[in-house]
């Protein structure tokens, strides 16, 4: 699953990137992070929300960046355009909004990036684990897959906000050795 993701984003140049509703800090941070690696690797990247993240969240760099979903021209048009359309840290339309259903009905390849149970079946491909702590901690693997050495400040503080928040500062069982090692680097 892992290589597919990486050939997807190796082959491909623009990229449309979605989250559940209520963007807590492991969708906003997992997103913000992907949107800033593509931009790295010179994609073209648009980031797409059904509605606005908590306003706890809007320290966060790159935040700005990220659209609320209005029905404009513009983002039917980011969508349409898109090769890869991925959907991070939700496993289900319903949970993706209005947004969903256009994603779903999309042309572009659409790539489900989460760590939850059970997702629906509709994604082209799926990227998940359900051991991971937090959809950051894929996140990180995409990138870790490229280069690594394009993780800067914002990327990784994207990170590290996404993981630890998913895991209660670092408290819930679903914490191991490799995430502490993750979060080092």
């Known amino acids: 699953m892992l290589d597919e993701v990486l050939a997807l984003i190796r082959d491909n140049d623009r990229f449309f990137i979605t989250t559940h509703l209520g963007p807590d800090g492991d969708a906003l941070g997992s997103q913000l ?90 994604f082209d491909l799926l990227f998940v684990r359900d051991s991971a702590a937090a959809t950051g901690e894929l996140i990180y693997e995409i990138i870790e897959g490229i280069d690594p050495d394009l993780i800067d400040e914002e990327i990784a503080t994207a990170l590290y906000t996404a993981i630890m928040t998913d895991t209660g500062s670092f408290r819930y069982s679903n914490v191991t050795p490799e995430l502490h090692r993750i979060i080092a680097d």
């Open 33 to 122: 992070a992907l949107g800033r690696f593509l931009e790295k690797l010179g994609k073209s990247v648009a980031m797409v929300n059904s509605d606005e993240q908590d306003y706890n969240l809007d320290w966060m760099p790159g935040a700005g960046q990220v659209q609320v979903f209005d029905n404009s021209l513009s983002q039917h048009e980011a969508l349409v355009e898109s090769d890869v359309a991925f959907v991070l840290d939700t496993n289900d339309e319903e949970r993706i909004g209005k947004v969903g259903s256009l994603v779903r009905d999309a042309a572009a390849t659409t790539v489900l990036i989460d760590h939850h149970l059970e997702p629906e079946r509709w």
